[in-house]
């Protein structure tokens, strides 16, 4: 069945430092990967996404990178703030089935200072 | 923030009671989803609404309703609450119901079922 997993439940990373979230897939016909953003107390936040048919794409700060190969998503965040600190979800969706996002389970990013 | 809004912040239920939730869209978005986050997990997929007709459901049962108005708001019931129903829940607005437009999530709902 579908399923959107993540390697690691919580990393810690110094102030300044790069983060790097990884992301596992097994939906191989998704046409989206987004990643989102959830601090405590809100709505998850969208970071960013990638379409299926590109391996890179760059945002403010962050850059996601999609392996179809090995069918693993990461989320690379430059230079890590405080206010990075918070939960990262990667989430897909499928042209087909519309706007439906399927969710994994989240990735906590402890920001020490 | 987003735009999405969502009442109630809190709320406490007994088992086997009826609850309704409410969210408004971001202005000028006509598709609305719902999700249930339990946790320390990701949201799950209950069901979206696009132009006021339901788009699509994810793996709940029925008990488990929305609605969707003609200013594009929309409400999400759940009837005969168990104690698993306990979660926060989300909705999200998009501009429309295809795969390419961004989702806008609300801050969400926080129900308790005791």
């Known amino acids: 069945g579908e399923s959107v997993g993540l390697h690691l439940p919580t990393l810690s990373v110094q102030e300044g430092d790069n983060s790097i979230i990884n992301c596992a897939y097994s939906?191989?016909?998704?046409?989206?990967f987004i990643w989102y953003k959830q601090e405590s107390g809100k709505g998850p936040q969208f970071i960013i996404d990638i379409r299926s048919n590109m391996d890179k794409r760059q945002g403010q700060r962050v850059t996601v990178l999609l392996n179809k190969t090995v069918k693993h998503l990461s989320l690379q965040i430059a230079a890590t703030q405080p206010g990075d600190s918070a939960v990262y979800f990667c989430?897909?969706?499928?042209?087909?089935?519309?706007?439906?996002?399927?969710f994994g389970g989240g990735t906590r990013v402890l920001v020490k200072p | 923030e987003t735009g999405v809004t969502q009442s109630p912040t809190h709320l406490i239920k007994t088992r086997g009671q009826q609850v309704t939730l409410r969210c408004s869209s971001q202005s000028g978005h006509n598709t609305v989803s719902w999700y249930q986050q339990a946790l320390g997990q990701g949201p799950q997929f209950i069901f979206q609404?696009?132009?006021?007709?339901?788009?699509g459901r994810g793996n709940f049962p029925p008990r488990f309703s929305g609605l969707q108005f003609p200013n594009y708001s929309s409400e999400l019931n759940v009837n005969a609450l168990e104690l698993d129903d306990s979660a926060l829940y989300l909705c999200?607005?998009?501009?429309?119901?295809?795969?390419?437009?961004?989702?806008?999530f609300g801050p969400g709902t926080r129900l308790t079922v005791t």
């Open positions: 939906n191989s016909a998704s046409d989206y």
């Open positions: 989430a897909e969706k499928k042209g087909a089935a519309g706007n439906k996002l399927t």
């Open positions: 999200a607005s998009s501009l429309a119901a295809g795969a390419s437009y961004e989702q806008y």
């Open positions: 609404y696009y132009r006021e007709e339901e788009n």
